[in-house]
């Protein structure tokens, strides 16, 4: 799953973004495959399983890879979204995919929400909206031309993109006994040449002239690592949980990120970012509550005769 990484390195140098994201899913790949292996009786027991699943059930790894064809197109459109659209009307945009993420896990899921947690939906949506929009600065565009229509587009898209991927994902998890990190092997497996074509076309100049692991240093190491962690974490979020849960906990982390920008790197507080907390705070107990069910009255249906049988047993008694 892509993402991108925008630090900058101790020296000053910017490395480059799709290298990392390439690195990240190496990783998650070697990571995958030990606790695969080591989760069989033995080594060889291990590398058998790896063989039949990936390469012996080629269909099975296909199925798997959509998801991951899917991310590339959906980080396309969001690099096309980001070039059209000022920064707020992104950060608002693509929060649809929090509704969008429901919508697939109804319609392909079957799973049912009831119309507070729809209403708790959108209150995430709007408050996860406005926590960023607290941490976002207005930038000049200059003379570059935007196309306002072509940005809420791809944005949009994106985020129909993210929900279909996303709950795809959950439902290929949950729906066969394949262990979550042989899924995961799987995954990185269809990751890593998408991740290679995308560093080819827009990056190969700058790789070409300064090396694949340019600005690398221990730190950009550590993000690489906390990246594929992060992926792994957000698979097994996915398989005992799910994709809406995610997307709360999700929004819960933005919310206390920003919290730790305000007490140890200096960001000052704002309104915005109050009501925002609230909205995303208020939204997890809105959607965790279950309304009462109404009782339902047992009724005796009446006889051939048309009385009740009932109050004709007690009219005998």
């Known amino acids: 799953m892509y993402m991108q990484l925008n630090y900058r390195t101790q020296n000053g140098n910017m490395f480059i973004a799709s290298t990392a994201v ?5 990783v998650k790949l070697i990571a995958s495959l030990y606790l695969s292996i080591r989760s069989e009786a033995s080594l060889p027991a291990g590398i058998m399983s790896v063989y039949v699943h990936v390469w012996k059930n080629k269909v099975d790894t296909l199925k798997v890879s959509l998801p991951a064809f899917i991310y590339l197109i959906q980080n396309n459109l969001l690099y096309v979204s980001a070039s059209n659209l000022d920064a707020a009307t992104y950060q608002v945009t693509y929060q649809l995919k929090i509704l969008t993420t429901a919508m697939f896990a109804v319609l392909m899921l079957g799973r049912s929400l009831h119309k507070l947690q729809w209403v708790a939906l959108v209150l995430l949506c709007i408050g996860v909206a406005l926590v960023q929009l607290a941490a976002t600065t207005v930038a000049v565009v200059g003379s570059v031309e935007q196309n306002k ?3 809420v587009g791809a944005a949009i898209g994106a985020c129909f993109c993210s929900g279909f991927a996303g709950i795809y994902f959950e439902k290929i998890l949950k729906g066969s006994d394949v262990s979550i990190w042989m899924r995961n092997v799987q995954l990185s497996l269809a990751s890593m040449p998408l991740g290679l074509l995308t560093c080819l076309a827009t990056d190969w100049t700058e790789i070409k002239n300064k090396g694949f692991f340019f ?9 690489v690592v906390l990246n594929a962690t992060g992926g792994l974490l957000v698979a097994m979020v996915v398989k005992y949980a799910d994709n809406i849960l995610k997307n709360f906990a999700t929004s819960l982390a933005i919310v206390l990120s920003m919290l730790v920008s305000i007490m140890f790197l200096g960001f000052s507080i704002n309104f915005q970012y109050i009501v925002g907390t609230v909205f995303v705070i208020g939204s997890i107990f809105l959607y965790s509550y279950q309304p009462p069910k109404k009782p339902t009255v047992a009724t005796i249906p009446p006889d051939d005769t048309g009385f009740n049988s009932g109050l004709k047993h007690l009219k005998r008694n």
């Open 22 to 26: 390439l690195m990240a899913e190496v």
């Open 149 to 151: 229509l072509l940005g």
């Open 215 to 223: 600005g690398y240093d221990a730190y950009v190491w550590y993000l």
